[in-house]
């Protein structure tokens, strides 16, 4: 059953402060209508301009996940745009007064909570993901990453990370469907290294950081407690109390997982991947990620969904059982031969459906269409696509034998190929608006070899033969 695009009930607001700027951000998660994606809104700036969600605007990725638009930026967007794809909301638009969201406790279960608390509902539009047909492989030399995608009917990451650390050493975790995302990665808080924590205050990072915010990671023993007390008021943290501790975490902080900086960077991948503008199936593989890498594999994916649009190619599984065969059709359709022009119903939903039919050299119309030059008529490809859609009608009446279609209108009408002998053609039909008054008003597309060959806006009515 295809899934329906999702978006919030109602706004849900979050307040806190920024992990970089130490700016106190005011941030509202608010419901969008269908195909608005994930956008951000600064609210505080002149004209509120909007930065879309979009790898193609990232701007850095030190320590975190930076986007810019026409002079207005958004850092740090990554644990929210992860906990939107973990709970699967589809459309949202971000509101803050700051420049960058609010870092909270470090993870994504707070944005989680705030999600739940307004809950989500449907929205009339299918959510389209994209597939991985084949192993994408990709490495990033320079950043020391590698990537794999394989193809796999659920979103599923596995990561490995090896800091060659101590105090971290060598960690690997798996989320095998993102309906694990809220229990098993959500709660995950990121990481820095203490040896870290100077260099990052001298680049004027982690203004907003704090022991409630992220895991501090101490790989050598014996720290003096005046290096601690140096390196707090350096971080502007005078009131802080950093306490010698061993190998392991700063002050013991207790780790909600014992693999949770893994858990970490697969939420990380997961908000960074949000970016390409579309959720995933696939399982994907990678060791030792960072916002760099995850950033470039996204851009890379995003070339991939680009080029399948420039070629027009769509995938459907001919070869599974059909919802209707031809038996099945012939007990709804009317039309007989030479006359009957879908061979099986592959897909059917609410406002959906996928038929086939099979173009052999039999058809009576190659006779004439042309001796010695086969082609299919494009006015039956139309006829043929206008049965798929008759279908899709008839399925939603009872006693649809004693029902008939009829045009009304046919708009938009293309043709991109030939069509002849030995083609199996694909019809894909979407409804423009809900079925009112037995008028139904679908767009269809005809595909062979998942290149579109003929498309058209149909508009029928349903009507009962007396």
Known sequence: MAEKQRTLNAPVKLIGIGLHTGEKVNLTLCPAPENHGYKFQRVDLENEPIIPADCDLVV????????????????????????????????????????ELPIMDGSSQPFVEAINSVGCSEQESIREYFEFKE???????????????????????????????????????????IDDFEKDIAPCRTFVFLKELETLADQGLIKGGDIDNAIVLVERENIPQSELDDLAKK?????????????????????????????????????????????????????????????????????????????????FEIEKDPVYDINQIEKMLPHRYPFLMVDKILDLYEDRIVGVKNVTMNEPYFTGHFPGNPVMPGVLQIEAMAQVGGIFALNQV???????????????????????????????LKLLQPIRRGLVNMSGVAYVNGQTCAEADMLAQVTKEL
Request: hydrophobic share 35%.
């Open 60 to 99: 850095s990725t030190a320590r975190g996940t930076t986007l810019e638009k026409d002079g207005a930026r958004i850092y740090t967007c990554e644990h929210a745009l992860a906990a939107l794809v973990g709970m699967q909301v589809d459309n949202v638009l971000i509101q803050l007064d700051g420049p």
């Open 135 to 177: 192993n994408v492989p990709f490495e990033d030399l320079d950043l020391g990453v590698e990537f794999l995608a394989v193809p796999y009917d659920e979103y599923r990451l596995t990561v490995m990370v090896d800091y060659r650390s101590p105090a971290l050493g060598t960690q690997h975790s798996t989320i095998y469907k």
């Open 398 to 428: 009872d006693e649809p034998e004693k029902y008939m279609t009829y045009f009304l209108k046919i708009d938009k009408v293309k043709f991109k190929r030939k069509v002849v002998p030995g083609d199996t053609v694909v019809f894909e």
């Open 235 to 315: 971080l502007g943290k005078e009131d802080l109390q950093f306490e010698p501790t061993g190998i392991g975490t700063l002050n013991n902080c207790e780790l909600r997982f014992a693999n949770e900086p893994a858990r970490h960077k697969l939420l990380d991948i997961i908000g960074d991947l949000a970016l390409i503008g579309m959720p995933i199936k696939g399982h994907i593989l990678a060791a030792r990620p960072g916002h760099g890498g995850n950033v470039a594999f996204a851009k890379h994916i995003k070339g991939l969904i680009k080029e399948q649009k420039k070629e027009n190619k769509r995938h």
